[in-house]
C-alpha cells in the first residue's frame, strides 16, 4: 500500500510568515498534508480558512517591522503550537524605480521586509530548534543572479537572502537544521499582476521562458513543501531556482 504521507508532514508545526500570494498556497499545502500551521500577516486568510482544514490553522493578524515582533511571534508561535519544526518566510515587496530614484525610505523597507524579519526571526527560532533540528526554507528570487532595470533594492535584498542562508546553513548544519530557499522566476501573483497587465510585459516575459509561460503559484508550492520534508533531509544551503528554464539561457 502507498504512503500515504510520503513527504512525512502529517504532524509538523509549522511557522510561516506571509499569506499573500505564494503564501495562501503554502500554508493550505502544508494543511492539505496534515501539518498545524501558525500563519502571520495583515491580509485577509479567509481564502485558507475555506479551503482546507481550518482547525490545522491558527492565524496572527499582525504587522512585523522590528526584530522584538520577530520575537514576540516565535514566542506566540511555540506557545499555542508546543513548538516548531518548520518556519517558512513567504513575504516580500518590491517597487520598480531606477537606481537613481531609489528613495532612502523605499530601500530600508524593501530591505527590512524581505532580509532582515527573515533574519531576526530565524534567530529567535533557533533555541527551539537546535536540539531537534528543523527545516528553514526563505523566498529568494532569480533577481538575485539577473540583473533586472528597476530591481535595485530588491534583488539587493534577494541576492542577501540567498547569501544569508549559506552561512546560516554551515552554522546549524550540526544541529541537523536545514536552511533552503526557492528562487522563483516571473510568476502569476497579486505583487507582479499590476505590471504584467502594462503594455506588452507579459507577452515580453514569456518569450524568454524556454517552457513558454510563467509560473503559477502552484509551481512553487511544491518545491517549498519538498524542502520543508523529511524527503530533503540531506540538502541545506541551496536555493532551487523555479523558472522555466530562464536561467539557463
Known amino acids: 500500500m502507498a504512503n500515504s504521507d510520503w513527504l512525512g508532514l502529517a504532524g509538523k508545526r509549522v511557522l510561516q510568515i506571509g499569506a499573500g500570494g505564494f503564501g495562501g498556497a503554502i500554508a493550505k499545502g502544508f494543511i492539505d498534508e496534515g501539518a498545524h500551521v501558525y500563519v502571520v500577516d495583515q491580509l485577509d486568510i479567509s481564502p485558507i480558512l475555506h479551503s482546507g482544514d481550518s482547525s490545522a490553522l491558527c492565524y496572527e493578524a499582525r504587522k512585523i517591522s522590528s526584530k522584538d515582533d520577530c520575537d514576540s511571534v516565535v514566542k506566540n508561535a511555540v506557545g499555542v503550537l508546543g513548538g516548531i519544526d518548520i518556519f517558512v518566510y513567504a513575504i516580500g515587496v518590491n517597487n ?3 537606481i537613481t530614484e531609489i528613495s532612502v525610505e523605499d530601500y530600508r523597507r524593501i530591505q527590512l521586509i524581505n532580509t ?3 533574519l531576526w526571526t530565524a534567530q529567535a527560532l533557533f533555541p527551539h530548534i537546535k536540539n531537534s533540528g528543523g527545516k528553514l526554507v526563505f523566498f529568494s528570487s532569480v533577481s538575485a543572479f539577473l540583473a ?3 530591481h ?6 534577494k541576492g542577501a537572502i540567498t547569501q544569508l542562508l549559506k552561512v546560516m546553513a554551515i552554522e546549524w548544519a550540526e544541529y541537523g537544521i536545514c536552511v533552503n530557499a526557492v528562487a522563483p522566476g516571473y510568476a502569476i ?6 505590471h504584467l497587465e502594462q503594455g506588452n510585459h507579459y507577452e515580453e516575459l514569456v518569450s524568454k521562458v524556454p517552457m513558454g509561460r510563467l509560473a503559477s503559484i502552484d509551481d512553487v508550492v511544491g518545491p517549498v513543501l519538498f524542502l520543508s520534508s523529511e524527503r530533503s533531509a540531506y540538502i541545506t ?3 532551487i531556482v523555479i523558472d522555466g528554464g530562464r536561467m539557463l539561457d
Not at 535595485?152 to 535584498?157: D, N, T, W
Request: include cysteine.
Open 237 to 239: 544551503g541551496h536555493t
Open 96 to 98: 520598480r524605480v531606477p
Open 116 to 118: 532582515e524579519i527573515c
Open 152 to 157: 535595485g533594492a530588491y534583488a539587493a535584498s
Open 189 to 194: 501573483t497579486p505583487l507582479t499582476q499590476k
Open 148 to 150: 533586472h532595470p528597476h
